[in-house]
């Protein structure tokens, strides 16, 4: 009897310490190609991590802490009671005097994680990226709207670094049951200048350069084509109308009479 116990107690206390050795982990890139962006960064759920914690017919959620990273200061998230802290993205300035409470989700089932093989397909990608990813920052309704008293993942800051923790809490008692460490810091992106874009061909593939080059010719082809239309439209006619020619009947007529005359003329002289 005491062996059961103390292996009860054993294993909890086991699971107890991996999760406490565990940190949220940036999502992989080959499920979130653009990560973390200027607002958002993708974090992998716990799948797994507070298993051993939680006992059957108790509900629990997993509530996920991010603030803005101060270098040395890793602050508690719950009181001395174990009460998870409820603080805002708006109390806390964006996380920036310490961490807010930015999402609340479901603890995942270790028992039937998702398949990331149907995530090539199209209409089971959805599902998937949500049952595996929390996105932080992919909520900016919720800043502005004064009703909306749940947790407001709002947009993150560009070019800042981050850190987020995972909290294993008893929905009925509404007492945290597990954590994880801070995780690693995370920076999200920054706009680039439009003087630093590098715009020399030699960065460019070369099927880019093949597209770009055909492109051009076929542009230039079409502009020349417009530009002969045009002239072509506008330049007058240089053709002369056909010239009618017309026969003199004066002529015609003159030739006959003067022959008649002749002939008259010859029949009333007399022959000598």
């Known amino acids: 009897m005491w062996g059961l116990w ?3 107690i054993f294993c909890s206390f086991w699971h107890l310490c ?3 050795t565990l940190r949220p982990q940036i999502a992989n890139h080959k499920l979130a190609t653009n990560n973390p962006t200027l607002t958002t960064v ?4 716990p799948f797994c991590v507070f298993d051993g914690l939680m006992l059957k017919g108790t509900s629990y959620e ?6 803005v990273d101060s270098g040395t200061s890793r602050p508690s998230v719950t009181d001395n009671r ?3 802290l409820n603080a805002t993205f708006q109390q806390t300035n964006g996380g920036q005097s310490g961490p807010y409470k930015a999402a609340v989700f479901h603890a995942p089932n270790c028992a039937s994680p998702p398949k990331l093989s149907d995530a090539a397909d199209a209409t089971k990608a959805s599902a998937v990226m949500t049952q595996y990813l929390i996105r932080v920052g992919d909520d900016a309704a919720c800043l502005y709207d004064p009703n909306f008293l749940e947790a407001c993942n709002s947009p993150l800051s560009q070019d800042t670094v981050y850190r987020f923790k995972y909290l294993l809490v008893d929905r009925t008692a509404g007492v945290m049951k597990g954590q994880t460490l801070w995780s690693h810091p995370i920076k999200t992106r920054r706009v680039k200048q439009s003087s630093t874009i590098d715009t020399w061909p030699g960065r460019r593939s070369g099927g880019m350069i093949v597209i770009t080059s055909i492109l051009s010719v076929l542009m230039f082809i079409v502009v020349v084509g417009f530009v002969a239309a045009i002239l072509l439209a506008v330049t007058p006619s240089e053709e002369t109308p056909t010239e009618m020619r017309y026969e003199s009947q004066t002529t015609q007529l003159a030739v006959p009479r003067v022959l008649e005359m002749s002939e008259s003329h010859l029949i009333a002289s007399p022959i000598h």
């Open 62 to 67: 997993v509530y996920l802490y991010t603030m």
């Open 82 to 84: 174990s009460k998870p």
């Open 18 to 20: 991996i999760a406490q």
């Open 42 to 45: 993708a974090l992998e759920k």
């Open 6 to 8: 103390f292996g009860l």
